[in-house]
């Protein structure tokens, strides 16, 4: 069926240090991938998004692109801050509206 | 503008009591999702609306769980008999027709 997977965390950065988070996706049409994040005591926000094969999505110095050949939208950052710290949450759509996520990569970034 | 909001923030029921979630969603967005999240998970769809329509409700585990949106607006997430089980945040995201979904903080339910 059609899921979402994610690099287990957490992860824990020293601050500027170089982000990823893998996102591999399993998917029996053409979905659409997005990024969320959920700060500490605060809801899923979207961080980013991309729609089609080979887009890029790109919020707050974040990147992921839509890889086909992968079945990849791995999140990157150059330069981490301490304020980027929250749970991350790669997630599919299909057509219609039911989001299938994953099962969040917790950040940690210290000074 | 106001985004999503729920309530109760938190919620203990013990087993076998029943439990009302309510979402009040941004107001004129069609479409109403329901989650579950379970503690460490990312959330788990349960069910959809557009206005009043229940769309989608394959989603939710037990016949225990219902949902409604009477009047096209706020919803209420209702658990009948509640179970260790059901411990979760119980979040609530609301979008126009298509499109992003915005998500309210989230109701943690624990059952005891």
């Known amino acids: 069926g059609d899921s979402v997977t994610q690099m287990e965390g957490p992860v824990t950065l020293s601050e500027e240090a170089f982000l990823t988070i893998n996102c591999t996706y399993t998917?029996?049409?053409?979905?659409?991938l997005f990024w969320y994040v959920q700060y500490p005591g605060e809801g899923l926000q979207l961080l980013l998004k991309?729609?089609?094969?080979?887009d890029k999505g790109s919020n707050k110095g974040f990147e992921a692109t839509y890889r086909k050949e992968t079945t990849s939208f791995h999140l990157e950052k150059g330069s981490v801050q301490v304020s980027d710290s929250a749970v991350y949450f790669c997630?599919?759509?299909?057509?219609?509206?039911?989001?299938?996520f994953g099962t969040g990569t917790s950040l940690t970034v210290i000074p | 503008g106001a985004g999503v909001s729920q309530s109760p923030r938190y919620k203990v029921a013990k087993r076998g009591q029943d439990v009302a979630l309510r979402c009040d969603p941004i107001?004129?967005?069609?479409?109403l999702f329901w989650y579950q999240q379970a503690l460490g998970q990312g959330p788990e769809f349960l069910t959809y609306?557009?206005?009043?329509?229940?769309?989608?409700k394959s989603g939710l585990p037990s016949d225990r769980f219902f949902a409604e949106r009477p009047e096209g607006s706020v919803s209420t997430l209702k658990i009948q008999r509640t179970q260790q089980e059901d411990s979760a945040v119980y979040l609530c995201?609301?979008?126009?027709?298509?499109?992003?979904?915005?998500f309210g903080p989230g109701t943690r339910l624990t059952v005891t």
């Open positions: 997630a599919l759509r299909l057509t219609g509206n039911q989001f299938y």
């Open positions: 609306f557009q206005n009043e329509a229940q769309l989608d």
């Open positions: 995201a609301s979008s126009l027709v298509t499109g992003q979904q915005y």
């Open positions: 998917a029996t049409g053409y979905p659409s």
């Open positions: 107001s004129g967005h069609v479409s």
């Open positions: 991309a729609t089609k094969a080979d």
